[in-house]
């Protein structure tokens, strides 16, 4: 597996605009004044990319009362991540990266191993941004089923 270059918590997160789900342009400037989730995730629509989503939709309503917005971030186009939106009734932004440029910014993308296969692709990694734009915290082992509850005792611990 290659070695992650991850942003280092306490640095400023790395600046991006890029569509959303509905092809309107969005910048991580727009959340200034709030606690941003920003997870990474591989492909929409697949089966632990949908649970980490429900997980995060079901916990709007918690994620709020901590100042909170979630958005979710993919090498999907648009068309694709609308279609994952209506599926599963998601509450927040799914945000396209298609060049991995994003990614790249991050340091999640990389090389990645499955089923014997090798391939460049996102590596499921999570950062909490505080309201002045900071890195306040980087989850790099997230499991789907408990991703909300996870980013909930991190919001806590803060």
């Not at 186009?77 to 990266?97: C, G, H, Q, T």
């Not at 191993?113 to 890195?135: A, N, S, V």
Request: hydrophobic share 35%; charged share 30%; net charge neutral.
């Amino acid at each position: 597996m290659s070695i992650l270059k991850l942003p280092k918590t306490g640095a400023p997160a790395p600046e991006f605009t890029t569509l959303n789900q509905n092809e309107e342009t969005v910048s991580l400037k727009d959340f200034r004044g709030k606690k941003v989730i920003l997870y990474f995730y591989p492909k929409a629509m697949t089966p632990g990319c949908t649970t980490q989503a429900c997980g995060l939709r079901d916990s709007k309503a918690e994620l709020e009362k901590r100042n909170t917005v979630a958005l979710g971030i993919s090498p999907d186009a648009p068309k694709r991540l609308v279609k994952f939106i209506d599926k599963e009734s998601l509450n927040f932004d799914l945000l396209s990266d298609e060049d991995h440029s994003i990614a790249d910014k991050y340091g999640v993308w990389g090389l990645k191993k499955f089923m014997g296969r090798e391939y460049d692709g996102i590596h499921r990694i999570t950062f909490i941004i505080d309201e002045e734009g900071k890195l306040a915290h980087v989850m790099d082992k997230v499991k789907t089923k408990s991703h909300h509850d996870d980013v909930l005792a991190v919001l806590d611990s803060l």
